[in-house]
């Protein structure tokens, strides 16, 4: 099975021509084998991120994971168990945000914490995230040579943006520091890092796992539409 990502028309489901026959073993973080395998070509396959094919259930395959359960209303665990291995081999197509958007842009999806990436009209990837936390902060860090005070309300705001400009790398703001961001709001960023939890974590910004990160900038150019839609609802 190619790990190449199937390209799928906006808002389309994935009919019979993309059924399999799943391992149908369970597997968690740390499993190993060509069961984790044959999880990391679907995946991929599928638009998602999942890291190398290398039957090592490692934390990019994690992050993958979690978003096609949340793309397929699966309560994001990391198990791969029934429910899971129904999904895959019967998968739905991310929710669409912007019906008459631009054939290419990103939709970020709050309530689900996902982003997706449309090309041409079609699915190019989908990732999980993890946005502006909600929690208003005031931090003290040195910033242009002196020591000063950031306050802000922690938030992503919903809206229509176009990206802007970027960095290679690892970026330094006053808040942190930010891997191979892409600015489509003022200070707001897609970019990776270290931690992309469950929940709204940052500044703001856009969180990714770093090997999505990695390679979107070369998918992801400038002046691209961006939509923010939806609201985080914790449980």
């Not at 149908?24 to 070509?41: E, M």
Request: aromatic share 8%; hydrophobic share 40%.
């Amino acid at each position: 099975m190619s790990p190449v990502a199937t390209r799928i028309s906006a808002g389309a489901q994935f009919g019979p021509a993309a059924a399999v026959t799943a391992p149908r073993k369970t597997l968690k973080l740390g499993s190993k084998g060509k069961a984790v395998q044959w999880l990391q070509q679907r995946l991929a396959e599928l638009g998602y991120r999942p890291g190398k094919a290398d039957g090592r259930y490692g934390g990019a395959t994690l992050a993958a994971v979690w978003a096609f359960q949340k793309v397929n209303g699966i309560r994001p665990s990391g198990t791969i168990a029934k429910r899971t291995w129904d999904a895959l081999e019967a998968p739905k197509s991310p929710q669409v945000l912007v019906r008459n958007g631009k054939p290419t842009r990103a939709e970020v999806n709050l309530t689900k914490q996902i982003m997706v990436l449309y090309v041409g009209g079609q699915v190019k990837l989908i990732t999980h995230i993890s946005s502006g936390s909600g929690v208003p902060y005031c931090e003290t860090a040195t910033w242009q040579g002196r020591q000063q005070r950031f306050c802000g309300s922690a938030s992503t705001p919903t809206g229509d943006y176009r990206t802007t400009w970027r960095a290679r790398g690892w970026h330094r703001s006053y808040l942190g520091q930010l891997y191979n961001p892409i600015f489509f709001n003022g200070g707001i960023a897609f970019h990776g890092a270290l931690s992309v939890p469950l929940y709204p974590a940052s500044h703001g910004c856009v969180r990714m796992p770093m090997n999505v990160a990695e390679v979107l900038p070369a998918m992801l150019g400038k002046g691209v539409p961006v939509h923010v839609r939806g609201k985080f609802r914790r449980a």
